[in-house]
């Protein structure tokens, strides 16, 4: 891999790839006719894809259960490098009945397309109620990652996995791009020291104040939105592609910003996410991540700034305060530099704005540009009509 050497190394120091090609891959299409199937969610698939593409280095795979238990006690992985996530393949009892450690399983997509092979090492079962706890801080299923927890298999299988297939990602394909590619694409525009920015929801004005702050201090900006599986009300991946767009075009200096589509499932862990979403930048290329007010949080299941207080020195965080328009100032400004009351800030909940773009309500131009606005509500009335 041509990187330069001052771009940040990958986390555990080495960029994973389990993507076959060639005639390796030829070889595990004519061999996965012959394995035991088992066909996994969109999640699964997508932490295949992020695993195998190098973007959970320095995961290999699915993690066993020694991994499993650290990450959930310690937020490290058992050689001790720090890991705030379990990434597990779940399968029910009955799955697991025909599965068996030094097994080769093929797995598949609910539409019956295969997406690669587990080597499988070990099988395990766990404790539903204490991931739940360690991981989302909470029990209640309510909680969109733990009513997905408690829905899923009761036990685990670990081992390393290829990739075979690539899930297609239309309409957007074009702005995907893997850890490796980043690292090239920031080695030619000699970018050496570059913010990401993670986000499952547009862009507004208070995220643009954060990401030109940052533009302030570093090379350039990632903008890295996630497209992988949402809440069913957060706003579609297409709508929200399309609206960064137009706000790049018209409001970023383009030379100094790229978009990148980030492929991984939300789970919604809020402080642990926060580290998670940091971790995985670092692997994409990114010395420094943007981390702002209840970061991969949702509902009151998490404080406003847990997400800052739990960073150790994995990657360079940028913590800002909750951000807004002030009606004094005249200008996006937060809590250190707005001397003004709460009455004179403008502030909406993401919900709010949600709820506004599905009855066709355009949000100020204080909380939004206007050609963002126009895109999020002809995009919602499209998915309405649809």
């Known amino acids: 891999m041509d990187v330069q050497k001052?771009?940040?190394?990958?986390?555990?120091?080495?960029?994973?790839?389990?993507?076959?090609?060639?005639?390796?891959?030829?070889?595990?299409?004519?061999?996965?006719?012959?394995?035991s199937p088992l066909t996994i969610s969109k999640w699964i698939i997508s932490d295949m894809e992020m695993i195998?593409?190098?973007?959970?280095?320095p995961l290999i795979g699915f993690m066993a259960e020694k991994d499993y238990q650290s990450v959930l006690k310690y937020m490290h992985l058992a050689n001790g490098l720090p890991w705030t996530l379990p990434v597990t393949l779940p399968v029910t009892k009955e799955e697991a009945k025909s599965?068996?450690?030094?097994?080769?399983?093929?797995l598949y997509s609910d539409e019956g397309e295969l997406c690669g092979v587990?080597?499988?090492?070990?099988?395990?079962?766990?404790?539903?109620?204490?991931?739940a706890k360690l991981v989302y801080k909470t029990m209640d299923d309510n909680h969109p990652g733990v009513k997905k927890l408690f829905e899923q298999g009761d036990i685990y299988i670990a081992g390393s996995i290829f990739l075979v297939n690539r899930p297609s990602h239309k309409p957007f394909e074009e702005f995907y791009m893997s850890p490796n590619e980043t690292r090239k694409?920031?080695?030619?525009?000699?970018?050496?020291?570059?913010?990401?920015?993670?986000?499952?929801?547009?862009?507004?004005?208070?995220?643009?104040?954060?990401?030109k702050t940052a533009l302030e201090t570093v090379d350039g900006l990632l903008l890295n939105p996630l497209v992988g599986e949402t809440k069913k009300d957060d706003i579609p991946a297409d709508v929200r592609?399309?609206?960064y767009q137009i706000l790049l075009k018209y409001y970023y200096p383009l030379d100094r910003v790229r978009l990148a589509i980030y492929t991984a499932a939300m789970r919604y862990a809020g402080p642990r996410e926060a580290v998670f979403h940091a971790l995985v930048r670092k692997n994409y290329g990114c010395t420094h991540f943007i981390v702002g007010r209840d970061h991969a949080g949702v509902g009151k299941y998490y404080g406003t700034y847990d997400a800052q207080e739990i960073f150790s020195q994995c990657i360079k965080p940028l913590f800002f305060e909750h951000s807004f328009y002030c009606g004094k100032c005249m200008n996006m400004a937060s809590l250190k530099t707005?001397?003004?009351?709460?009455?004179d800030r403008f502030i909406l909940s993401g919900?709010?704005?949600?709820?506004m773009l599905h009855e066709g309500i355009t949000p100020p131009p204080e909380f939004t540009r206007p050609e963002v606005a126009e895109v999020l509500i002809k995009g919602m009335k499209q998915k309405g009509e649809g």
């Open 6 to 35: 001052n771009i940040i190394e990958p986390h555990g120091g080495k960029l994973i790839n389990r993507e076959l090609a060639g005639i390796d891959r030829e070889e595990y299409l004519e061999k996965c006719k012959s394995l």
């Open 99 to 106: 599965i068996n450690a030094g097994d080769e399983v093929a």
């Open 241 to 243: 592609m399309e609206s």
């Open 118 to 131: 587990i080597q499988v090492e070990e099988m395990f079962e766990y404790d539903k109620l204490e991931e």
């Open 338 to 343: 707005c001397p003004h009351s709460a009455d």
């Open 185 to 211: 694409m920031f080695n030619a525009l000699g970018w050496s020291t570059v913010v990401g920015f993670q986000t499952r929801n547009p862009v507004h004005r208070a995220h643009e104040y954060l990401q």
């Open 52 to 57: 195998s593409n190098g973007g959970f280095s």
């Open 351 to 355: 919900t709010k704005v949600r709820e």
